[in-house]
């Protein structure tokens, strides 16, 4: 990183305006959330409780856009010292590990469902009377295609894990084509950062718009796969714990791979405009590893959710 | 870390004073004014907790129902639970951090000061919406504060919405705080403050932050799957769908297990601070306390399942978390023996800070001999959800993290405000709130024993008497606590000047600077020859 600046004091801003008004909206977002979910529950109008819930979304954003957008402007204004943009890596990469310890959450559940709960409702093992006297019919299997009961939580058709080990199924099989294409993009991305430190910044350009295009593509595929879930296979969120890690865990990282995209396309914006130095890129760089960080909880989720 | 960015060329830093009026408070980025509203919030909340457990004892003072009905005593249970842990002691800690944490290592602030403030403003609406939940159609959450599924998802009232989103936007107060934290601690030091000449206060803050940042997010993903379930239809905590509601308790308490880490460990940081002052001895032991705090963290991501050993699970797992969790009690013991040992021989006095700090040593000690007594499984199949389990965590938590935090805040009075804090006062309320606290907590253990389950309105009449005497104990708590009220208030408004030095035998470069610590302070890091080894 920059050595220029690295004879100054660390910079701490007098006062902020941001994260009070941040929590503000944040608070309106929550309570709308929460009052819109009611409502749906309780089968009551959503008109109140979305527009509370988009006007404090609506806030934060417009906070956090200026917020960023004035640390940005102190940078360029060489108000950052190296000590200060190290405190930047270490929140980002806290950050990250926060978010994989998120993702062990449902991870831990999906194991835990697959090799104790599922089985113990089948009748095996120490804990398994419980299940034979509840459903004594219950067979257990993985993907669980016939739920304990069924008039509660009506059954999936088929579940969308590998049917067999062979290239031709592979070849027609989505989910592996996305692993692909996420994988790719990490490897573009990659390439896009030496093109940043080469100070290449057409070359910069073209990588990132194909990393931000594969994202895309990646969400598309993801979009059509759900479809095809509900339509084709009966798998909805209602439809059983198999439905349900299948949808939280493939849904929250689809949803970090939107929130990645959109990092993504900031970024490519922000090259454009030539914010970035060969070394003074941290911005870049932090969103590169969340990039790579969300690829690396899709080879999880493909090996433990569609492989096995 | 390099010190070679903490260069101090530039001299010519335009730093001002507070800024005048409600805006200081509002948009402040200063460490001094975070970890003061921190401290401020957290005796509000601490107030209001101990209101709702006032409602609690007051329905336990005689068998029968007099006050409230048992709907709304669940929600006192609950919310007292959860303003405690997560409204008092977190933020009390976390403003002590945020006040003692540059001070103790010589950085001029906290290293991501906006988002500081934001960590603490959150919170305020984060319990607005906690609370706000008592007065909404239906109640508030009365399923305790673990919220075990299905009382919490299937039979939860509706406000559980509210209480699920109030969660997640702490977690995210808490994260972000911890990560303040550990970017401060390891990017701020000043030149010559090495890992291992960091006051243990610093290091058992590092180490707690490790935990938030590894749990809060299971916490939310907890929270997440019951949101699921009770708006979306899916069947996480339901065994009819193929889940399992005992998944629910595994995820709980696998972060609820270093919770209760993350209430202690920085206690343990600052009466390993105090006892050394008023013994007029160095700290016995300095580098096993760093091990041992690290020790216990490591601990408690590996045995969670022994707050769930009645629920049922393979007798190799009953093993497991049972021999794991009596491995904690060496550790504990390891500092124990050391605050001892650092007292032995010393020429102690006994002002108020040390006082506590020595309840703290003596009581947090019996609720972690309770504790090794819970970890028994077969004895725990006996105690389970009796008093006696409410003996042991209260026994670690008031006499043990509360107190912890009184002691600070006599400890650290003087440096915060210039003034020396009414010694009498003081003292009496120490000693009332020692006895209230035993009366309040000793008693609740043969409660337990004799077989009285905990969050219950009522009981049998065998239990009458040691419930009065609990009750009697938790009103003579609660009311000594306005004390600590105006002792802070009259020390604010003034008395005797404090030195900077404050107390004779104190280490550290907190006791460098002038009382009242400057709204600025080692914004050019300190002389290295003043950073001694603790």
Redesign the interface.
Same mark, same amino acid.
């Given at each position: 990183m920059a050595s220029e600046s690295?004879?100054? &004091? +660390?910079y &701490?801003?007098?006062?902020?305006?941001?994260?009070?008004f941040?929590?503000?909206g944040?608070?309106f977002m929550?309570?709308g959330?929460?009052s819109l979910?009611?409502d749906?529950?309780?089968g009551d109008s959503l008109a109140v409780s979305t527009w509370i819930a988009l006007a404090g979304f609506l806030l934060l954003s417009f906070i956090i856009f200026q917020?960023f957008a004035t640390v940005i402007r102190e940078n360029h204004a060489g108000l950052n010292?190296?000590?200060?943009k190290?405190? +930047?890596v270490?929140?980002m990469a806290?950050?990250i590990?926060?978010?994989v310890?998120?993702?062990?959450?449902?991870f831990?559940?999906l194991f +835990?469902?697959r090799t104790?709960? &599922?089985p113990?409702?089948g009748g095996e093992?120490?804990?398994g009377l419980a299940?034979e006297v509840?459903w004594p019919e219950f067979q257990a299997a993985w993907p669980?295609i016939v739920?304990?009961?069924p008039t509660?939580?009506t059954n999936p058709h088929e579940g969308l894990n590998v049917k067999e080990w062979s290239l031709s199924f592979f070849a027609g099989y989505l989910p592996f084509w996305n692993t692909v294409i996420l994988i790719t993009s990490s490897v573009t991305l990659h390439y896009a950062h030496v093109a940043l430190k080469a100070e290449n910044r057409k070359r910069l350009i073209q990588w990132m718009f194909v990393t931000v295009a594969l994202g895309i593509i990646f969400l598309g595929l993801q979009a059509l796969e759900y479809v095809e879930a509900y339509g084709h296979y009966g798998i909805t969120?209602?439809s059983?714990? +198999?439905?349900?890690?299948f949808?939280?865990l493939t849904g929250f990282h689809g949803f970090h791979v939107t929130l990645g995209t959109f990092i993504l396309i900031v970024m490519l914006l922000r090259c454009m405009k030539g914010h970035f130095k060969p070394n003074d890129h941290f911005g870049f760089e932090a969103a590169a590893w969340y990039w790579h960080f969300v690829d690396v909880v899709w080879v999880g989720l493909f090996i433990f959710v569609y492989l096995l | 870390m390099s010190s070679a960015a903490i260069d101090h060329a530039h001299d010519h830093d335009h730093h001002h004073g507070p800024a005048k009026g409600i805006t200081r408070w509002l948009f402040t980025t200063n460490h001094k004014d975070i970890g003061t509203l921190y401290l401020w919030f957290s005796f509000a909340m601490f107030l209001l907790g101990g209101t709702f457990a006032l409602v609690i004892r007051a329905e336990l003072f005689q068998p029968g129902l007099q006050f409230v009905d048992p709907n709304f005593f669940n929600q006192m249970t609950t919310m007292h639970g959860l303003v405690m842990v997560f409204g008092a002691v977190m933020p009390a800690f976390v403003g002590l951090a945020n006040w003692m944490i540059p001070l103790m290592i010589g950085a001029p602030d906290m290293a991501l000061p906006r988002m500081n403030n934001w960590s603490f403003w959150i919170l305020p609406f984060a319990f607005l919406l906690m609370v706000s939940t008592l007065f909404m159609e239906g109640g508030g959450p009365n399923f305790g504060w673990t919220f075990y599924a299905p009382l919490s998802t299937t039979y939860a009232p509706d406000s559980v919405t509210y209480f699920i989103f109030a969660v997640h936007i702490m977690g995210a107060s808490s994260i972000m705080g911890a990560i303040n934290v550990i970017a401060t601690i390891l990017n701020m030091r000043a030149p010559g403050m090495t890992l291992m000449k960091m006051p243990l206060f610093v290091w058992t803050w590092l180490i707690t932050a490790y935990l938030l940042i590894a749990v809060m997010p299971v916490l939310a993903g907890v929270v997440t799957m019951m949101l699921f379930d009770i708006h979306f239809g899916t069947s996480f905590f339901n065994a009819a769908g193929g889940g399992d509601p005992v998944l629910f308790q595994h995820l709980f308490w696998f972060f609820g297990h270093p919770e209760v880490y993350i209430m202690i460990l920085p206690a343990f940081g600052i009466v390993s601070a105090i006892i050394p002052t008023f013994a007029r001895k160095r700290l016995f032991g300095y580098d096993s306390m760093v091990y041992a705090t690290a020790s216990i963290a490591f601990l408690s991501f590996i045995v969670w399942a022994h707050h769930m050993f009645t629920v049922g699970m393979p007798l190799a797992g009953q093993l497991f978390f049972m021999y794991a969790t009596m491995l904690i009690a060496v550790p504990t013991g390891v500092k124990v023996f050391n605050w001892v040992a650092t007292m032995f021989r010393g020429a102690m006095t006994f002002e108020t800070p040390m006082l506590f700090a020595i309840a703290f040593v003596v009581l947090f000690t019996i609720g972690g001999f309770t504790g090794v007594m819970l970890a028994i499984t077969p004895a725990d199949f006996q105690y389970h959800d009796t008093y006696f389990v409410v003996a042991h965590f209260h026994y670690v938590l008031v006499p043990g993290a509360v107190f912890s935090l009184m002691a600070a805040a006599y400890y650290w009075l003087p440096k915060w405000t210039g003034y020396m804090y009414d010694e009498t006062l003081g003292k009496l309320h120490f000693w009332m709130s020692f006895v209230g606290v035993n009366l309040l907590f000793f008693p609740q253990h043969f409660l337990g024993l004799a077989g009285m389950p905990r969050r219950i309105p009522d009981y049998a009449l065998q239990f009458a008497n040691f419930n009065w005497i609990s009750s009697v104990g938790a009103f003579l708590f609660g009311f000594s606590q306005l004390i600590l009220l105006l002792v802070v208030i009259k020390c604010i408004r003034g008395g005797k000047k404090a030195t900077a030095q404050v107390w004779e035998g104190a280490q550290g470069l907190e006791w460098t600077v002038p009382s009242p610590a400057p709204y600025h302070t080692f914004e050019t890091p300190p002389d290295p020859s003043l950073i001694k080894a603790q």
């Open positions: 690295s004879h100054s &004091v +660390y &701490v801003p007098e006062q902020t305006k941001y994260p009070f941040a929590s503000i944040l608070f929550v309570f959330l929460g979910l009611n749906m529950s309780a917020w010292n190296d000590q200060l190290r405190s +930047y270490w929140g806290w950050f590990f926060s978010e310890m998120f993702f062990a959450a449902f831990g559940a +835990y469902i104790l709960a &599922v113990w409702l093992g120490e804990k299940g509840l669980l739920n304990p009961d509660l939580f969120l209602d059983g714990i +198999y439905g349900s890690t949808f939280l | -």
